[in-house]
């Protein structure tokens, strides 16, 4: 059965143009699908070695994180940091090391993985402040003692008081101040 009508197409394997008799041709001649069909079995022996070469190179080279122990470089390669770096760690005691001898430095490898667990974190008790009629505003107790705004600032943070801001005012506990300017009170 014949057909009416031409459909340009795009070879696969050369790129040029040609006019196809049917709608699924792929190639503009024969030697075009030769060279394909001899391209795709390269590729596919290619992948077979790859694999196998891939496969040789993993058996030579084990995972230096399968082990329990783990030496220096190992646990250099593990955590992607130099030997120094390693030795460093074990220096400063956060990484805890057995040395056999004294070319061999052995590394347990549940001590690295302890070196990434985050500290456990503390709960801190909420702390209100004290109310607004126990506390001076900066201003009042500039006033009451008699004493420059830096020179207050300073006292604060020099004795670590607790100030706090409400509105346009900063202000800190009658009882702490009083204790500071008058300590026989």
């Known amino acids: ?48 070695m790859d694999q196998a070469v891939k496969k040789v190179i993993e058996e030579k080279n084990p995972d230096p994180s399968s082990g329990e122990f783990l030496n220096v470089s190992s646990a250099a390669k593990l955590l992607k940091a130099s030997d120094k770096m390693i030795y460093y760690l074990i220096n400063i005691g956060k990484l805890n ?46 006033k009451i003692f008699n004493i420059s705004e ?11 008081l607790f100030k706090f801001q409400d509105g346009w005012y900063t202000y800190v506990a009658k009882v702490d101040l009083d204790r500071i300017f008058n300590p026989k009170l």
């Open 1 to 48: 059965m014949s057909s009416n009508f031409t459909v340009n197409r795009i070879c696969i394997q050369c790129g040029n143009v040609f006019v196809a008799k049917t709608t699924v041709t792929k190639f503009c001649g024969k030697l075009c699908a030769k060279r394909y069909g001899v391209q795709r079995k390269r590729e596919a022996n290619m992948a077979e």
């Open 150 to 160: 830096k020179a207050l600032f300073d006292i604060i943070k020099r004795s670590n």
């Open 97 to 142: 090391a057995i040395n056999l001898s004294k070319r061999k430095t052995l590394v347990y490898r549940k001590d690295i993985d302890k070196l990434f667990e985050l500290p456990p974190v503390v709960q801190l008790k909420e702390f209100k402040p004290p109310p607004i009629s126990e506390c001076y505003n900066m201003g009042e107790a500039q």
